[in-house]
């Protein structure tokens, strides 16, 4: 039953309901899927190889219970100096405003050192979701709409339980495409037809969205994933190499390794497809 969700986010009166542009070469692409499917590993490696194409970019990481920045790389790469009597660079401090607006966005977004093109906003390291105010659909529309003005490529890192999280259920509604993952198992599959009722409920647009089998590993059945999912649009092969540098907290590292090679060919495949490049 989902009557407690009535005149919430996930109820779109026709209204609101608008004829989205269709953006061949540029965009919002919302990141999501099962818990531990590898949904930030994916948005990372996808804002590094549009960076390294000197396309800027903005990667936004929705979690909010596990700050991800201190995840992809090391904070002397970041620049969080620009003010010291006044805290910036958190996602918090955005969706916390009255009123999101395109300044607030671009004096919070932290630059890597050594990627002028990539930008990023998140939660910084000790921050949760009680740290700021809370904040409701508003904000987070104010915030795409800012983020497309000020980028032509918008990664977003959605968060995988989206009942609860405002950014990721708006951004799946509002993005231009959708990355789905889900792991070779049967708790991705029961993970994703449970979150589904919620976005399916809405009239979501199920034409945006590519189907991803993440993490697959040579012993496992993607014909019964295609079967229990419906078409996989991309394969991403699990990488021993991926899996250190997530341990290691530098995502944003280059893929050198030879058992890495089919990853990375799997990511210029999304980036060609969604974005064009």
């Known amino acids: 039953m989902l009557n407690f969700k009535k005149n919430t986010i996930f109820c779109r009166g026709t209204k609101e309901e608008t004829v989205k542009e269709d953006i061949l070469h540029s965009g ?19 804002a ?62 932290i630059t890597h050192k050594k990627m002028s093109y990539l930008t990023m906003i998140g939660m910084l390291k000790g921050e949760n979701e009680y740290t700021y105010a809370s904040y409701s659909k508003v904000q987070a529309q104010e915030l795409i709409e800012s983020l497309r003005k000020i980028a032509p490529y918008v990664i977003i890192d959605c968060g995988s339980y ?6 990721s259920a708006v951004s799946l509604l509002e993005c231009d495409s959708v990355l789905r993952l889900a792991n070779c198992d049967l708790k991705s599959i029961s993970y ?44 991403l092969p699990y990488s021993e190499e991926v899996e250190e540098q ?20 799997g990511i210029e495949k999304i980036a060609k497809e969604v974005f064009g490049c």
């Open 28 to 46: 919002v692409l919302a990141v999501w899927g099962s818990p531990g499917s590898g949904k930030t590993t994916t948005a990372v490696k996808l």
């Open 48 to 109: 590094k190889y549009l960076a390294d194409k000197k396309k800027n970019v903005v990667l936004v990481l929705c979690d909010m219970t596990a700050p991800m920045l201190p995840c992809i790389c090391p904070p002397s790469d970041l620049e969080c100096e620009k003010n010291s009597n006044w805290p910036y660079g958190s996602l918090g401090s955005i969706l916390s405003a009255a009123h999101v607006t395109e300044p607030l966005v671009k004096y919070n977004m």
């Open 162 to 167: 989206i009942a609860n999280d405002i950014l």
């Open 192 to 235: 994703l037809s449970s979150q589904l009722q919620l976005l399916q409920s809405s009239k979501w647009d199920m034409d945006k969205q590519y189907k991803v089998a993440s993490n697959v590993k040579s012993n496992h059945d993607i014909d019964h994933m295609a079967g229990a999912l419906g078409a996989i649009s991309f394969k």
């Open 246 to 265: 997530y341990l290691a907290g530098n995502l944003l590292a280059d893929l050198t390794l030879k058992n890495s090679r089919e990853l990375r060919k």
